[in-house]
């Protein structure tokens, strides 16, 4: 399994406009693509994924309604795509091709992140890592 990190900085401060980049990127060569967030911040990245990328219809839904972009508070237990958007949740042991975290632009919401690394390579993970700009 490969996981990407993406570490925001410079334009790129806002982790629901790195999320729609992405998917915009990956859809529709991938077709399963999860999303996992924070419930307080589902209802943000619904919006997000409405109105980017421009021009766009990125198939999406919430917990319990189909689309192929699925928006989860919890991580399922297949995906091709995972995106993760918290820090705070538990590493997934599902079967996914490709994981996306996304770091933080501040030093203080990074610490989870760099324990996430570590664990993600003990589990024998490719890791990358890229600082966007």
């Not at 991938?30 to 619904?46: F, G, K, P, Q, Y």
């Not at 399922?76 to 997934?92: C, F, G, R, T």
Request: proline content about 8%.
């Amino acid at each position: 399994m490969q996981v990407d990190f993406y570490q925001m900085g410079g334009r790129f401060v806002d982790p629901l406009q790195v999320t729609c980049i992405l998917v915009g990127k990956a859809w529709p060569g991938i077709t399963r693509i999860a999303i996992v967030t924070t419930a307080e911040h589902i209802d943000a990245l619904d919006e997000a994924l409405w109105a980017s990328p421009d021009g766009r219809f990125l198939p999406h839904g919430r917990e319990g309604e189909t689309a192929p972009i699925q928006i989860l508070t919890e991580a399922p237990a297949k995906a091709d795509l995972l995106i993760n958007l918290d820090p705070s949740a538990p590493l997934p042991d599902g079967q996914y091709d490709r994981v996306l975290e996304i770091v933080p632009a501040t030093e203080e919401a990074r610490e989870p992140l760099r324990q996430r690394w570590r664990d993600w390579k003990t589990r024998g993970a490719s890791l990358n890592h890229h600082a966007l700009k």
